[in-house]
């Protein structure tokens, strides 16, 4: 009888263990089903900026150029590539600075832009936008609609607002 026992508290012991594992595994099971973590780490990588500001930006100075979609037209090359691989200070560096024109004394930022967005003869330099009020100010806005593009987070339609 005393074999009995041993045997019947050892099985007991094993199911105890049994249960208190499937307890823990089914905590953790819970712990790693919760959605909530998981949205607000990819809400804290996504760049800051609205897609749609972005979106309108981009429409407004950058598609004439760069094509609607931002994939390029015989005057512009595509985004697309060149944004998987750039950074947001990257960005703002190239689009504000990078380009260095001496704009002609006595001319406004929008007419000299203006210009240099219709002029049609090769080659056609990209201008500095750190003038220009509307890109200047949505900066961020036009990275995050640039770089959703490229992530494939947006198409090439408008986003909702």
């Given at each position: ?8 508290r050892w099985r007991a012991?094993?199911v105890?263990?049994m249960?208190?594992?499937?307890l823990l595994?089914?905590?953790c099971?819970?712990?790693?089903g ?7 780490v990819?809400?804290w ?17 950058c ?20 944004m998987?691989t750039?950074g947001p200070r990257?960005f703002?560096g190239l ?7 001496a ?15 219709q ?10 936008w750190?003038?220009?009020p509307a890109?200047n100010?949505?900066?961020m806005?036009l ?11 947006q198409?090439g ?5």
């Amino acid at each position: 009888m005393n074999k009995k026992i041993g045997t019947w508290r050892w099985r007991a012991a094993a199911v105890a263990a049994m249960a208190g594992t499937a307890l823990l595994l089914g905590g953790c099971a819970l712990e790693f089903g919760n959605s909530k973590p998981a949205r607000a780490v990819a809400r804290w990588l996504q760049p800051t900026g609205s897609v749609y500001s972005g979106w309108r930006v981009y429409q407004s100075r950058c598609a004439s150029c760069h094509g609607t979609a931002a994939t390029g037209t015989e005057l512009g090359p595509d985004l697309m590539p060149l944004m998987r691989t750039m950074g947001p200070r990257r960005f703002v560096g190239l689009v504000l600075q990078r380009y260095d024109w001496a704009r002609p004394v006595g001319q406004s930022p929008e007419s000299w832009i203006d210009q240099a967005v219709q002029r049609r003869e090769p080659p056609v330099a990209m201008p500095a936008w750190q003038e220009e009020p509307a890109v200047n100010a949505h900066i961020m806005d036009l990275y995050a609609y640039l770089s959703a593009r490229a992530d494939g987070r947006q198409s090439g339609d408008r986003p909702t607002p």
